[in-house]
């Protein structure tokens, strides 16, 4: 897998620089990534936690398909990697979870998430509703957490691959 990280155009209108960010940081995480085994992917960052690479990449999947799949287009789309009864299922892997299932879960939400948004404007509400406020949101207010959340989960990630294989960088 080879990623190329495009900067966002400094002079873009409003909807295509928070989509230019967003597509930014989505590629941050699999640049974060690449180049490194299973075993390496799935290594926990410290002690108890169990955050892992791989283990954000299946949390992004879920976020994107939250955000955009129940939320902005109000599909039943239920949780690919967590439970109820085990909320962080993400980050808690069995011999059969590989980094090839989990790259391609998280694309194939990345595609809906990009499909689903093309058909609404930044100031458009959803038509499902925040999980714990019960309220619709826009998609200029989904984009932004969007690009909260990854460069969040992007400083955790990049804390595991220097502890993985000392590779830094932004």
Not at 119 to 132: E, I, Q
Not at 141 to 159: K, P, Q, S, V
Request: net charge negative; glycine share 8%; proline share 4%.
């Amino acid at each position: 897998m080879t990623t190329e990280r495009r900067m966002p155009a400094f002079d873009a209108d409003e909807h295509a620089m928070l989509e230019g960010w967003l597509e930014f940081h989505r590629q941050t995480l699999a640049m974060k990534c690449a180049g490194l085994t299973d075993a390496q992917l799935a290594i926990a960052s410290v002690e108890p936690s169990p955050l892992s690479l791989m283990g954000l990449v299946r949390h992004m999947a879920d976020v994107e398909r939250s955000w955009y799949r129940r939320v902005l287009a109000g599909e039943t789309a239920p949780p690919l990697y967590w439970s109820e009864e085990e909320p962080d299922g993400e980050f808690h892997f069995g011999e059969a979870d590989t980094w090839q299932e989990a790259y391609a879960s998280w694309q194939a939400e990345i595609e809906a998430a990009r499909r689903n948004a093309a058909d609404f404007g930044l100031d458009d509400l959803s038509k499902g509703r925040h999980r714990r406020t019960g309220e619709q949101v826009s998609l200029r207010w989904i984009h932004t957490h969007m690009i909260e959340e990854y460069a969040r989960h992007n400083g955790h990630a990049d804390l595991i691959r220097e502890r993985i294989d000392g590779a830094t960088g932004d």
